[in-house]
């Protein structure tokens, strides 16, 4: 009992945590006022992303409030569901079939590398090591069509899904610093990056006129993005100094990369489904597409925010 106490967080984790489901609750009762008010206008979609931003808080607090081990094994069994659903997009040749293990291998590796705590292994793994294995174990067949295009695709999708949101595993590995441990580490990223992406789609709806990329993401707008970066950088301004261990002016810098990484990255997993011509990358998460869908923003955010930090203040 008194170890289930101590994980229930304090002080401005604590705050976040409240602050998350108050907002939640908000939203839930003004999806239900708007459905009964205006019964012509359909709401199903709002109050099913609604529905499902319970669920997945949920979830993830859930994860960091029990433990490390616990967080680790969630955030990889993310990673490794983003990897199925880019793989059940991507057409992959039939004598690579052998070689889709090997990819599948590498998920829970790298999240070893994480729990031992093995820096130099966890950074080169993918990029060096399955960049170099891939391809051999394809060249063993002895194919050569389409060779390029299948090992470009495979390591993209590992780079994507595994490496990059790895870097928010290793959050929880970094030492407490400025009464900051991993948890809020975790928790400052994930809610800035999932922030960011409302911030940009409401400030879009609302003001949005002029198309960013239309060929790539048609609903994408320069009022949105600059909309969502000012209302995010505020964010970030006032509850980094809270939640991590960078100061004022390392805040202002951090407000201003973060959500413009996140519409990055964004856009890049978009352009992978209009090449593929798909509209999400499954539906999963009713209301908000499949989990590629959801973490496209990290893949950016994850990596370049873990790199600040540690170059900062570690």
């Known amino acids: 009992?008194?170890?289930?106490?101590?994980?229930?967080?304090?002080?401005?984790?604590?705050?976040?945590?409240?602050?998350?489901?108050?907002?939640?609750?908000?939203?839930?009762?003004?999806g239900a006022v708007l459905a009964r008010v205006k019964p012509e206008k359909d709401f199903?979609?709002?109050?099913?992303?609604i529905r499902s931003w319970w669920l997945m808080a949920?979830?993830?607090?859930?994860?960091?409030?029990?433990?490390?081990?616990?967080?680790?094994?969630?955030?990889?069994?993310?990673?490794?569901?983003?990897?199925?659903?880019?793989?059940?997009?991507?057409?992959?040749?039939?004598?690579?079939?052998?070689?889709?293990?090997?990819?599948?291998?590498?998920?829970?590796?790298?999240?070893?590398?994480?729990?031992i705590d093995w820096y130099g292994m966890f950074i080169i793994f993918i990029p060096v090591y399955m960049f170099i294995l891939i391809p051999v174990r394809m060249v063993l067949h002895g194919q050569t069509e389409g060779f390029l295009r299948a090992a470009g695709t495979l390591h993209w999708g590992l780079m994507t899904t595994v490496f990059t949101l790895s870097h928010i595993a290793y959050l929880l590995q970094l030492p407490e610093k400025g009464g900051t441990a991993g948890a809020s580490l975790v928790l400052f990223l994930v809610l800035v990056t999932q922030f960011?992406?409302?911030?940009?789609?409401?400030?879009?709806?609302?003001?949005?006129?002029?198309?960013?990329?239309?060929?790539?993401?048609?609903?994408?707008?320069?009022?949105?993005?600059?909309?969502?970066?000012?209302?995010?950088?505020?964010l970030v301004y006032f509850l980094a100094p809270q939640l991590t261990p960078l100061t004022r002016n390392e805040s202002f810098v951090a407000g201003f990369f973060l959500p413009l990484a996140g519409f990055?990255?964004?856009?890049?997993?978009?352009?992978?489904?209009?090449?593929?011509?798909?509209?999400?990358?499954?539906?999963?998460?009713?209301?908000?597409?499949?989990?590629?869908?959801?973490?496209?923003?990290?893949?950016?955010t994850a990596p370049l925010f873990f790199h600040f930090l540690r170059y900062l203040h570690f």
């Not at 955030?75 to 052998?98: C, H, M, N, Q, V």
């Not at 499954?282 to 923003?297: E, F, K, M, Q, T």
């Open 58 to 115: 949920g979830v993830f607090m859930l994860a960091i409030l029990l433990s490390r081990a616990v967080s680790l094994l969630f955030l990889a069994f993310l990673s490794f569901l983003a990897l199925k659903e880019y793989l059940s997009l991507i057409p992959t040749r039939r004598a690579d079939r052998g070689v889709l293990l090997w990819v599948y291998l590498a998920v829970p590796l790298q999240y070893l590398w994480v729990w």
């Open 44 to 49: 199903t979609e709002l109050n099913a992303r």
């Open 196 to 234: 960011n992406d409302v911030a940009q789609y409401t400030w879009g709806k609302l003001f949005g006129r002029h198309k960013v990329m239309p060929t790539v993401s048609p609903n994408k707008t320069y009022e949105g993005l600059l909309g969502g970066m000012a209302t995010s950088f505020v």
């Open 1 to 30: 009992m008194n170890e289930l106490l101590e994980r229930i967080p304090k002080g401005p984790l604590l705050y976040v945590f409240v602050g998350v489901i108050g907002l939640l609750a908000i939203a839930t009762v003004l």
């Open 264 to 300: 990055l990255g964004d856009v890049s997993v978009s352009a992978i489904k209009r090449d593929i011509g798909v509209k999400d990358s499954g539906s999963s998460i009713p209301g908000h597409g499949g989990v590629l869908d959801r973490v496209n923003s990290l893949t950016f």
